[in-house]
């Protein structure tokens, strides 16, 4: 098993731009989650989804757009981009009263 | 979810015991504690879980006392590779979807 599978690991976008940030588990994990994490921080939920189909917002869902069209992936969509969006993002999966979450290796964004 | 208050940074050396307490005043009936370990460039692994007692397991321990007001992670004989950021979360299960993490404890290892 591949685990939670996070592409790219680095990405440099101008103020403006968009872009998806892509996240693919590989366990049947009903749950998925997005976080970002700024230095000297620690995580901070933006979207996640309890199944496919069903979405919701976190602590920090504003420039963000997320679907959830199958189990296995759950894409983040970055609008506009904005140097605020600097950040890493993590994507997280877990089963519904499962012990532990799982995290991919994480996204380092830049935003010039 | 219950607030959650830890050291921001510990020091510690090569084959000592690390321990590590976090409060949580209002944790509540339904709320376990968790712990995670993140190393630098790295998304945070699972390390423990625990609702009352001790639990053990191959990496660590956590000591939870009667009132659960606070917890204790226990790392044995850390090494240079235990550098990292850990952090405790409180909350239900029927929650852990949408984990609530702090700033966490920096616990650094010298030789």
């Known amino acids: 098993n591949a685990g939670v599978t996070q592409t790219p690991k680095f990405q440099v976008l101008k103020t403006g731009q968009s872009m998806t940030l892509q996240c693919a588990q590989d366990?049947?994990?009903?749950?998925m989650s997005w976080y970002r994490q700024d230095p000297g921080m620690g995580l901070r939920l933006i979207h996640y989804?309890?199944?496919?189909?069903?979405?919701d917002q976190g602590e920090v869902p504003n420039g963000y757009n997320v679907s959830r069209s199958t189990t296995e992936d759950f894409p983040l969509r970055l609008l506009s981009a904005a140097p605020s969006q600097t950040s890493v993002y993590f994507c997280?999966?877990?089963?519904?009263?499962?012990?532990?979450?799982?995290f991919g290796q994480g996204t380092r964004l830049t935003v010039v | 979810l219950a607030k959650t208050t830890q050291p921001i940074s510990m020091d510690s050396y090569e084959g000592q015991e690390v321990n590590i307490t976090c409060s949580h005043n209002?944790?509540?009936?339904?709320?376990?504690i968790t712990w995670y370990q993140q190393f630098p460039s790295q998304g945070p692994r699972f390390i423990i879980q625990?609702?009352?007692t001790k639990v053990t397991n191959e990496v660590a321990s956590l000591f939870i006392p009667a009132d659960r007001k606070s917890s204790t992670l226990s790392l044995p004989r850390v090494s240079l590779s235990d550098t990292a950021v850990y952090y405790c979360?409180?909350?239900?299960?029927?929650?852990?979807?949408?984990?609530?993490f702090g700033a966490g404890t920096t616990v650094t290892v010298r030789a």
């Open positions: 997280a999966s877990n089963t519904q009263g499962g012990t532990e979450a799982f």
């Open positions: 366990m049947n994990h009903e749950y």
């Open positions: 989804s309890v199944g496919a189909g069903i979405t």
């Open positions: 209002n944790i509540a009936t339904n709320d376990y």
């Open positions: 625990g609702y009352k």
């Open positions: 979360l409180v909350g239900p299960l029927s929650n852990d979807y949408k984990l609530s």
